[in-house]
């Protein structure tokens, strides 16, 4: 069926390491794909997006990779700081679908200093 | 600029009592979303629409109604609560295709 995953659930990082979240997707037909970031009590904060005929996207301290040969989605954030800590969430869409984006479970980021 | 404003933010009902959650955005976007979250299901669509007057179904719009009569503003309905709609509800709103669904800071709502 249709899914968008994530493969770990949390990930501790040293203060100043990199951070590297992984999420699969099984519909070859999505076009679009987005990472939001979620603190406690707020809503999602959208990150970085990329759309399906590109491989990479970077943004402030973040990039986002693509590929769609075993259709996995990565988000890396550079220098991963205190302010990092949250849980991430990849989602996909279809356009041709009608507009349903569909999330991933997240999975929970935490900076160690 | 405050994007997308959620009210209210916090609500306790009682089995069968009805309530309506309000969504407005001030981007003149076209499209609006809600969104329910709960423990381990993420985030799932309850309905949406795609500009004023339309509306259409998500993932679980059953107990839920919409309205979207003016474009800056999108209307969940709970005609009867149950307990199973306890959740927190989130509102998002986009300008178009390929563009980021824009999230408001949800609104809590419990039914006892």
């Known amino acids: 069926g249709e899914s968008v995953g994530l493969h770990l659930p949390t990930l501790s990082v040293q203060e100043g390491d990199n951070s590297i979240i992984n999420c699969a997707y099984s519909?070859?037909?999505?076009?679009?794909f987005i990472w939001y970031k979620q603190e406690s009590g707020k809503g999602p904060q959208f990150i970085i997006d990329?759309?399906?005929?590109?491989d990479k996207r970077q943004g402030q301290r973040v990039t986002v990779l693509l590929n769609k040969t075993v259709k996995h989605l990565s988000l890396q954030i550079a220098a991963t700081q205190p302010g990092d800590s949250a849980v991430y969430f990849c989602?996909?869409?279809?356009?041709?679908?009608?507009?349903?984006?569909?999330f991933g479970g997240g999975t929970r980021v935490l900076v160690k200093p | 600029n405050a994007g997308v404003t959620q009210t209210p933010k916090f609500r306790v009902l009682k089995t069968g009592q009805s309530m309506t959650l309000l969504c407005a955005q001030d981007?003149?976007?076209?499209?609006m979303y809600w969104y329910r979250q709960d423990p381990g299901m993420g985030l799932r669509l309850i309905h949406y629409?795609?500009?004023?007057?339309?509306?259409a179904k998500g993932e679980v719009p059953d107990g839920y109604n919409v309205s979207r009569l003016k474009k800056q503003n999108f209307l969940l309905g709970l005609e009867s609560a149950a307990p199973s709609q306890t959740s927190v509800y989130f509102c998002?709103?986009?300008?178009?295709?390929?563009?980021?669904?824009?999230f408001g800071d949800g609104t809590r709502l419990s039914i006892l």
């Open positions: 998002a709103s986009r300008r178009g295709p390929y563009q980021p669904q824009h």
């Open positions: 981007m003149n976007h076209e499209y």
């Open positions: 519909n070859s037909a999505s076009d679009y």
């Open positions: 629409s795609v500009g004023e007057g339309t509306t």
């Open positions: 989602a996909e869409n279809r356009e041709a679908a009608g507009n349903k984006l569909t």
């Open positions: 990329i759309r399906s005929n590109m």
